[in-house]
RNA sequence: CGAGAUGUAGUGUAACGGUAGCAUCCAUGCUUUGGGAGCAUGUGGUCAGAGUUCAAAUCUCUGCAUCUCGACCA
């Protein structure tokens, strides 16, 4: 991936949303660009925050069961061709290796794309009797996809992510399983990232290539489009019956699984950038932040300068270990500090010079906010705490309101086309057929997100043909 | 892959066919320091190849790359 180089200059959001997105990146100095085209080398600032994602999927992952495993990168191309509706769903964009160790392949072998196929080939060995079941199987991998078009986190050629694959003994098990984690990426979302979720089911079209059903996670980003954030698949049998899936169930009936398959990607980083930055850079939820507080001494003149510095040093071990600090004793200006965390997103900035030491307090500036308050040193980690958790729910809060604000129910075309152009999220009803979903998209450009899970059954009739429908849907621009 | 545009230090920009310059960044030194410091010195450049010309960053051709707009997508 080439392109601009930003430095350290903000494009405002008001100018050119997609170019203030790729300096925030630049700014917060999260990733760069590399020399193969499409792909990003993800630099410690932004791996940090992948991490952290990590760390908190695999704790949530643990509690409903699921273990962690890795399969092969190269997958045999007539593995991947096995499940029909799955091969037509990633033929064009998938990455094929026809040489190696200075010959031609006699049989080519595909970078994964996802990898269905290569679980499940082994995945059927791993079964034979319903007391193996469920299966729950997740692995952090890096997938390759060759997109026509890409941008850093939201879309490039490879990327990481994590992919769950689970097996059970019937469909209504399959499918509650599916939904369960999409809540527990919900509450990710929610709980972590402070990003409000819209989840529900996607239409035909938009579903997964091989999925009977897939629910998914929509999230509003500031400028209106939406972000597929994450997807939770209901696979049902198809690929059970492709790869040979059996089990012997408690009747003694040699029977297909029923299948889930779900995933979460570093496209999660481009939505938590996109949905809480603001111009001065990245905003991170303190929960997200490797470093949540920043502490920068105010150095008059040199000869004060170790006594402040130590100062700063006991302050920062006096919050303890549930918060994560940093003191910045760079020999730079002070004014120079602030700017270079404001714009990496660090929650909480301490200031300590001469005459906080002397009054024992500190100054404590919100990232979020620019909030700047005096506070004096006795309960400051309690102070801390309160400001951080604070920040998080301000956050989401934020998220939330603006989410709120830009979603509009219509009853008619020229409302439906106004809102869609305006950048809103529009409830609308929709007769349910793939012609006028298509007929919508390739119109004005929205596609249906989701049908949300709280949408409520309701007489009406579609915005675009008339037709009945019985339950408003979710269309958006998408990014 | 189709249509259009553009390629000059790390970055951002100048130069009629005639000495490649400015700013910033980086490095060094001094002075500064409660919100992006100042001065001095220094390193570093015409996308690649061919052609036209006494002379090419500039004109022509080819290639390559990037950007914008479409088709594809977590």
New binding site residues.
């Given amino acids: 991936?080439?392109?601009?180089?930003?430095?350290?200059?903000?494009v405002p959001r008001s100018e050119d949303y997609?170019e203030w997105y790729l300096s925030v990146i630049a700014a917060a100095d999260l990733a760069t660009y590399s020399p193969v085209?499409g792909c990003m080398i993800i630099k410690p600032n932004g791996y940090a925050i992948w991490e952290k994602v990590q760390e908190v999927l695999n704790k949530e992952f643990k509690k409903k069961g699921v273990q962690n495993a890795y399969f092969p990168m190269l997958i045999p191309e007539k593995l991947l061709t096995r499940e029909a509706q799955h091969v037509e769903?990633f033929a064009?964009?998938v990455a094929v290796v026809t040489h190696a160790g200075g010959a031609k392949l006699d049989e080519p072998l595909v970078l994964r794309p996802t990898s269905e196929t290569i679980m499940y080939e082994v995945f059927k060995d791993w079964i034979h009797s319903y007391r193996d079941l469920p299966l729950l199987i997740n692995q952090w991998a890096n997938v390759i996809?060759w997109?026509?078009?890409?941008k850093p986190?939201?879309?490039?050629?490879e990327?990481l992510?994590q992919e769950g694959h689970t097996v059970h003994k019937d469909e209504p098990e399959a499918d509650a399983y599916a939904r369960t984690m999409l809540g527990v990426y919900e509450k990710f979302f929610a709980d972590y990232m402070a990003i409000p979720i819209i989840p529900g089911v996607k239409s035909e079209s938009?579903k997964?290539?091989g999925a009977l059903r897939t629910y998914?996670c929509e999230a509003m980003m500031q400028d209106g489009k939406a972000l597929?954030?994450?997807?939770s698949h209901n696979l049902g049998d198809n690929f059970a019956k492709a790869f040979d899936i059996k089990f012997l169930n408690e009747e003694n009936n040699e029977v297909y699984g029923w299948q889930t398959s779900w995933?979460l990607?570093?496209?999660s980083i481009g939505g938590l950038i996109m949905t809480h930055s603001d111009d001065?850079g990245l905003v991170l939820p303190p929960k997200m932040a490797s470093i949540q507080v920043v502490i920068v001494p105010?150095?008059?003149?040199?000869d004060s300068r170790a006594a402040i510095e130590s100062a700063a040093m006991k302050v920062a071990e006096s919050l303890g270990e549930n918060i994560s600090v940093h003191v910045d004793v760079r020999d730079m200006?002070?004014?120079?500090k602030?700017?270079?965390w404001?714009?990496k997103g660090i929650p909480v900035?301490i200031?300590?010079?001469?005459?906080?030491?002397?009054k024992n307090s500190v100054?404590i500036?919100r990232r979020d906010t620019?909030d700047?308050e005096f506070a004096p040193m006795e309960n400051l980690v309690e102070k801390i705490s309160d400001t951080l958790e604070k920040i998080q729910s301000n956050l989401y809060d934020r998220a939330l309101a603006m989410q709120n604000e830009n979603t509009v129910t219509v009853t008619n075309w020229d409302e439906f086309t106004a809102a869609i152009e305006d950048r809103k999220f529009v409830m609308a009803h929709w007769d349910g057929t793939d012609e006028t979903e298509k007929s919508i998209?390739?119109e004005i450009?929205a596609t249906i997100r989701c049908i949300p899970f709280d949408s409520v059954e309701e007489e009406g009739s579609c915005v675009k043909t008339g037709k009945p429908s019985t339950r408003r849907v979710l269309f958006a621009k998408?990014h």
């Fill in positions: 991936m080439e392109g601009k180089t930003y430095e350290n200059k903000i997609s085209k769903g064009p964009e996809r997109e026509m078009k890409t986190f939201l879309r490039t050629t990327f992510w938009e997964f290539a998914t597929q954030i994450s997807t995933g990607s570093t496209r001065k105010i150095i008059p003149n040199p200006r002070h004014g120079e602030y700017f270079d404001e714009k900035r200031e300590i010079g001469p005459k906080d030491i002397e100054v500036v620019g700047k998209k390739d450009g998408a």
